[in-house]
C-alpha cells in the first residue's frame, strides 16, 4: 500500500484512480468498479478517460418524510437579537446543576463500574426501580421494574413503536394537530395517518371513535396533557372513554407523557396508565411513553416505555439493533438524582416559572394583538397553541406571519406542519419556556408591529 501513496488534488487522482483500476479492472469502455484502497470506499464510473461519482441511491422510505420545518427556521435564529418563542426546550437555567453533580457524583463513587460499562438493553436496574416508583407517586399502581424499558429520550420510545407495530401502508391515528417529530417518525416506517380533531379538552372521543370504525388503525397516539403543540389537557370523562374504546374495539393506545408534571395550578387528571387499573382489559391496549427530559435534563437523553409484555419484547429486541442500550452513565445519574428525593422541589420551582412565563406571554396576546389571536390559556406544558383571526385586516395565515415577524425580530413556528392532514393555516405555537418575562413582553410587542 505505502508504495502507491499519492496526493489526492487535481490530476493525481484521477491519475491514481486510472492506475488502480487498470491493475484491478482490465476491462474497456464503460464500467463501474468498487475498490477498498486505503480504507477508504471509491465508487466510480471510467468513461474515455474520465471518472464521475455516481449518485447514492437511498431507501425508498425516506420519499415518506421531509427536514422539519421547524429544524429549517432554527437556522434563521442566528440574526443578531431575535427573540425566539420557536423551540421547544426547557430553559437551561431551570436546571438542577447542583443536584445532578451531586448524582453524577454518587455514581461515580458507589458504581462506576456498573455507570461506565455496557448495561442491559432494558435499562440500568437502580433506575428502573426509582422510576417505579416515581411513576406510582403519580398514581399507577403495580408497575414493577420488568414492567417498563428505559429509552433514549421519549422519542426512541415512538420509533420503537414505530419499527415494531407499523407496516407500510398501514394506518394510524394521530390527534390534529400532534407532536412533528411523530408525524416523521410513523411516515418512516410507511403509516397512513389519520388526523383526529382536538379541542381544548384534547382529543373529540366521538370523532376519534367514529375514526377508528372506519379504518380499525394499527394504533391511536395520543398526548393527553399539555399537548404539543396545542396544550390541550384531556378531560377526565375523556379519559376513560378512550380507554374503553381502546378494549372496544381491540386497539393499542400510546400515550405519550412528556409534560404531564408541568402543571401551574391544579394537579392534571391521572394519566391513562393510571386509570387503566378502573377499565378493565384497557392496560392490555395502552403503551405509555415517559422522560425525564423536560422536568430534569434533556441531555441525560433518560425516557422510558410501559407497554404489554408482548410489545416490550419486541420493543428490547428492536433497541438491541439500534443503541444496545441507552448510556448507563445517565441512567446511573438520573437513578442517583432520584433517590436523593430532590425532584419535589425542581418541579415547584419549575412550575412557578412557567406559570409566571405563560400568564405574561397571555397577558401581552391580549394587549398587542387583541381580537387578531385566538388562543387557550395554558394550564401547563410549554406552549401556547393559537390561531390568527384576521381580525381588523392583521395578518390571517400563519407562515406568512413567521417571515414578517422574522424581519421584525422575533421568532415562532407555523402551525401547518403540525398536522398530518387538512392543516389549519392560521395555526402558530408559541413557547414561553426559554424567555423571561421581559423578553416574552418585548418579543410580543414585536409580533403586534409585524401584524
Given at each position: 500500500?505505502?508504495?502507491?501513496?499519492?496526493?489526492?488534488?487535481?490530476?493525481?487522482?484521477?491519475?491514481?484512480?486510472?492506475?488502480?483500476?487498470?491493475?484491478?479492472?482490465?476491462?474497456?469502455?464503460?464500467?463501474?468498479?468498487?475498490?477498498?484502497?486505503?480504507?477508504?470506499?471509491?465508487?466510480?464510473?471510467?468513461?474515455?478517460?474520465?471518472?464521475?461519482?455516481?449518485?447514492?441511491?437511498?431507501?425508498?422510505?425516506?420519499?415518506?418524510?421531509?427536514?422539519?420545518?421547524?429544524?429549517?427556521?432554527?437556522?434563521?435564529?442566528?440574526?443578531?437579537?431575535?427573540?425566539?418563542?420557536?423551540?421547544?426546550?426547557?430553559?437551561?437555567?431551570?436546571?438542577?446543576?447542583?443536584?445532578?453533580?451531586?448524582?453524577?457524583?454518587?455514581?461515580?463513587?458507589?458504581?462506576?463500574?456498573?455507570?461506565?460499562?455496557?448495561?442491559?438493553?432494558?435499562?440500568?436496574?437502580?433506575?428502573?426501580?426509582?422510576?417505579?416508583?416515581?411513576?406510582?407517586?403519580?398514581?399507577?399502581?403495580?408497575?414493577a421494574p420488568e414492567g417498563f424499558?428505559?429509552?433514549?429520550?421519549?422519542?426512541?420510545?415512538?420509533?420503537?413503536?414505530?419499527?415494531?407495530?407499523?407496516?407500510?401502508?398501514?394506518?394510524?391515528?394521530?390527534?390534529?394537530?400532534?407532536?412533528?417529530?411523530?408525524?416523521?417518525?410513523?411516515?418512516?416506517?410507511?403509516?397512513?395517518?389519520?388526523?383526529?380533531?382536538?379541542?381544548?379538552?384534547?382529543?373529540?372521543?366521538?370523532?376519534?371513535e367514529a375514526l377508528m370504525a372506519?379504518?380499525?388503525?394499527?394504533?391511536?397516539?395520543?398526548?393527553?396533557?399539555?399537548?404539543?403543540?396545542?396544550?390541550?389537557?384531556?378531560?377526565?370523562?375523556?379519559?376513560?372513554?378512550?380507554?374503553?374504546?381502546?378494549?372496544?374495539?381491540?386497539?393499542?393506545?400510546?400515550?405519550?407523557?412528556?409534560?404531564?408534571?408541568?402543571?401551574?395550578?391544579?394537579?392534571?387528571?391521572?394519566?391513562?396508565?393510571?386509570?387503566?387499573?378502573?377499565?378493565?382489559?384497557?392496560?392490555?391496549?395502552?403503551?405509555?411513553?415517559?422522560?425525564?427530559?423536560?422536568?430534569?435534563?434533556?441531555?441525560?437523553?433518560?425516557?422510558?416505555?410501559?407497554?404489554?409484555?408482548?410489545?416490550?419484547?419486541?420493543?428490547?429486541?428492536?433497541?438491541?439493533?439500534?443503541?444496545?442500550?441507552?448510556?448507563?452513565?445517565?441512567?446511573?445519574?438520573?437513578?442517583?438524582?432520584?433517590?436523593?428525593?430532590?425532584?419535589?422541589?425542581?418541579?415547584?420551582?419549575?412550575?412557578?416559572?412557567?406559570?409566571?412565563?405563560?400568564?405574561?406571554?397571555?397577558?401581552?396576546?391580549?394587549?398587542?394583538?387583541?381580537?387578531?389571536?385566538?388562543?387557550?390559556?395554558?394550564?401547563?406544558?410549554?406552549?401556547?397553541?393559537?390561531?390568527?383571526?384576521?381580525?381588523?385586516?392583521?395578518?390571517?395565515?400563519?407562515?406568512?406571519?413567521?417571515?414578517?415577524?422574522?424581519?421584525?425580530?422575533?421568532?415562532?413556528?407555523?402551525?401547518?406542519?403540525?398536522?398530518?392532514?387538512?392543516?389549519?393555516?392560521?395555526?402558530?405555537?408559541?413557547?414561553?419556556?426559554?424567555?423571561?418575562?421581559?423578553?416574552?413582553?418585548?418579543?410580543?410587542?414585536?409580533?403586534?408591529?409585524?401584524?
Amino acid at each position: 500500500m505505502q508504495g502507491s501513496k499519492k496526493a489526492f488534488d487535481g490530476g493525481s487522482l484521477q491519475e491514481w484512480l486510472r492506475e488502480t483500476w487498470d491493475k484491478t479492472w482490465n476491462k474497456a469502455n464503460s464500467r463501474r468498479a468498487t475498490r477498498y484502497h486505503w480504507g477508504i470506499a471509491i465508487a466510480y464510473t471510467f468513461t474515455a478517460n474520465t471518472f464521475t461519482a455516481m449518485p447514492l441511491e437511498f431507501a425508498t422510505r425516506l420519499n415518506n418524510v421531509e427536514t422539519s420545518a421547524i429544524r429549517e427556521l432554527f437556522k434563521l435564529l442566528g440574526k443578531p437579537g431575535i427573540i425566539s418563542f420557536a423551540g421547544g426546550f426547557p430553559d437551561p437555567a431551570m436546571f438542577d446543576v447542583d443536584g445532578i453533580r451531586e448524582a453524577v457524583n454518587a455514581a461515580l463513587t458507589h458504581e462506576a463500574g456498573a455507570a461506565l460499562q455496557y448495561g442491559a438493553t432494558e435499562g440500568h436496574n437502580a433506575l428502573r426501580e426509582q422510576l417505579a416508583a416515581f411513576m406510582q407517586g403519580k398514581g399507577v399502581q403495580d408497575l414493577a421494574p420488568e414492567g417498563f424499558i428505559v429509552t433514549t429520550g421519549s422519542q426512541q420510545a415512538l420509533d420503537l413503536l414505530g419499527k415494531t407495530m407499523i407496516s407500510p401502508g398501514e394506518k394510524v391515528i394521530v390527534e390534529g394537530p400532534t407532536f412533528l417529530a411523530t408525524i416523521q417518525c410513523f411516515r418512516l416506517y410507511g403509516a397512513e395517518l389519520i388526523s383526529a380533531p382536538i379541542d381544548a379538552n384534547g382529543v373529540q372521543v366521538d370523532q376519534l371513535e367514529a375514526l377508528m370504525a372506519e379504518h380499525r388503525p394499527k394504533f391511536v397516539y395520543l398526548i393527553p396533557t399539555f399537548g404539543n403543540p396545542s396544550g390541550a389537557l384531556l378531560s377526565m370523562e375523556r379519559r376513560k372513554r378512550v380507554l374503553e374504546l381502546a378494549v372496544q374495539y381491540q386497539t393499542l393506545i400510546v400515550e405519550d407523557d412528556p409534560y404531564g408534571d408541568l402543571y401551574f395550578n391544579d394537579a392534571p387528571p391521572p394519566s391513562l396508565l393510571a386509570l387503566s387499573a378502573g377499565v378493565p382489559g384497557s392496560r392490555e391496549w395502552l403503551a405509555h411513553c415517559g422522560s425525564l427530559s423536560k422536568v430534569l435534563s434533556p441531555g441525560l437523553r433518560v425516557g422510558w416505555m410501559v407497554a404489554p409484555p408482548e410489545l416490550l419484547a419486541k420493543a428490547t429486541m428492536c433497541k438491541q439493533f439500534s443503541d444496545a442500550h441507552t448510556s448507563t452513565f445517565a441512567q446511573a445519574t438520573a437513578a442517583h438524582y432520584l433517590k436523593a428525593g430532590r425532584m419535589p422541589a425542581t418541579l415547584a420551582h419549575v412550575r412557578k416559572v412557567y406559570a409566571e412565563r405563560a400568564q405574561a406571554m397571555g397577558d401581552a396576546l391580549r394587549k398587542e394583538l387583541g381580537e387578531a389571536i385566538d388562543f387557550v390559556q395554558p394550564q401547563g406544558g410549554l406552549f401556547v397553541w393559537a390561531r390568527l383571526t384576521g381580525a381588523g385586516g392583521a395578518a390571517k395565515d400563519g407562515a406568512e406571519f413567521a417571515k414578517r415577524a422574522i424581519d421584525k425580530g422575533v421568532a415562532f413556528v407555523p402551525g401547518s406542519p403540525f398536522y398530518a392532514s387538512n392543516p389549519d393555516l392560521s395555526a402558530l405555537r408559541l413557547s414561553f419556556a426559554t424567555a423571561d418575562v421581559a423578553r416574552i413582553r418585548e418579543g410580543v410587542e414585536r409580533l403586534g408591529h409585524a401584524l
